[in-house]
């Protein structure tokens, strides 16, 4: 999925430039990349949440939705700005030996999902505060591609080649869905702002509570005026960077710890000195049940082009297990 990302990258990236005017724009494509060999310290890995690639489409509508899920998600009161979406996302885990073909306990598991997601953000600009909510469906395990994705990736840019993905969750379904809540709490001219989350997560895939906090500096455009300004005036540009604190408490997740209905690899083989075959009972590490992030970068958007990058330090997913880094780069193309 990574090469058809950067051929999706590049060809909205001249497109957005030579189309790059001010106008109020209805609908939004973005190309969405994690991946925690991009650190900014240089000291990009191949572990643990690995990599994630999403590619996300926003619009508006004219007319209320007739949809039968937009119907049941909360709206931000009557003069809210509504904006629907649409997302498809492949995420893979692996430890940190991608050669040895066996099952590793005492690291972060091999593991893949494959799930699409529709949204709707609901803003409301005179009260200053939003409604996020996210419905999710998918599968992970096998069937989610993600061991032929990195396989094939890998190849392609003659890294080692993983060899443990036979150890990985078996298929499971997953359905999720997603509430945050947003509340502007400071701000100074268009120069800093200070908003407040919080966000709900259930179901198969996810179960947790999320407590956030943004902060903005630089030349900004209203943060309540829409995701990225849609339906709104586009200014002639903005340029700054942001702070998102982030404490998560956790309480279940599928793809760390397998699905409902996943087989779970549970034997470990070892070889004594003489030859002789051991088998043993394993399982992995059990999660992390309050999880800390720190994320930072920066945002710049001209015309109707938006690029940003994110770095997500995060503590451990998983109890005795290490922390970890992952980097986000995200173009978004108005029109």
């Known amino acids: 999925m990574k090469p058809l990302l950067l051929a999706l990258t590049i060809s909205a990236l001249f497109i957005g430039i030579n189309n790059g005017k001010a106008q109020a724009p209805t609908h939004i494509f973005g190309v969405y990349w994690d991946d925690d060999f991009l650190n900014v310290q240089g000291k990009g890995t191949d572990n643990s949440y690995t990599s994630g690639e999403r590619l996300e489409y926003f619009y508006t509508k ?40 066996n099952f590793q306990p005492n690291d972060y598991p091999w593991s893949g999902a494959v799930f699409a997601t529709h949204s709707l953000y609901s803003y409301n600009a005179r009260r200053a505060f939003a409604y996020k909510t996210e419905l999710t469906l998918g599968m992970m395990g096998p069937v989610s591609l993600a061991g032929p994705s990195q396989t094939m990736v890998h190849r392609t840019v003659h890294y080692k080649e993983p060899k443990g993905w036979s150890n990985q969750y078996g298929n499971a379904p997953l359905l999720n869905v997603s509430f945050a809540a947003e509340k502007k709490e400071w701000g100074w001219s268009d120069a800093v702002d200070i908003i407040g989350g919080t966000r709900v997560d259930a179901g198969t895939m996810l179960d947790g509570l999320t407590a956030y906090e943004i902060l903005r500096v630089g030349k900004l455009d209203p943060y309540f005026n829409g995701f990225l300004n849609l339906t709104g005036r586009r200014s002639k540009g903005q340029f700054y960077f942001f702070l998102q604190p982030t404490g998560e408490a956790v309480a279940y997740n599928a793809i760390l710890q397998g699905g409902l209905t996943s087989w779970k690899p549970s034997r470990v083989t070892t070889y004594g000195e003489n030859g002789k075959m051991t088998e043993t009972t394993a399982s992995y590490h059990p999660i992390s049940n309050f999880l800390f992030e720190g994320d930072f970068g920066w945002v710049v958007s001209l015309g109707n082009v938006t690029l940003t990058y994110t770095q997500k330090p995060s503590t451990a997913y998983m109890k005795g297990l290490y922390s970890h880094n992952v980097g986000n780069i995200t173009l978004y193309i108005a029109w």
């Open 62 to 101: 004219n007319h209320p939705s007739r949809f039968f899920a937009d119907r049941l998600m909360p709206k931000a009161g009557r003069h809210s700005t509504d904006i629907y979406g649409w997302s498809l996302m492949q995420v893979m885990y692996t430890p940190d030996n991608l050669l040895d073909p």
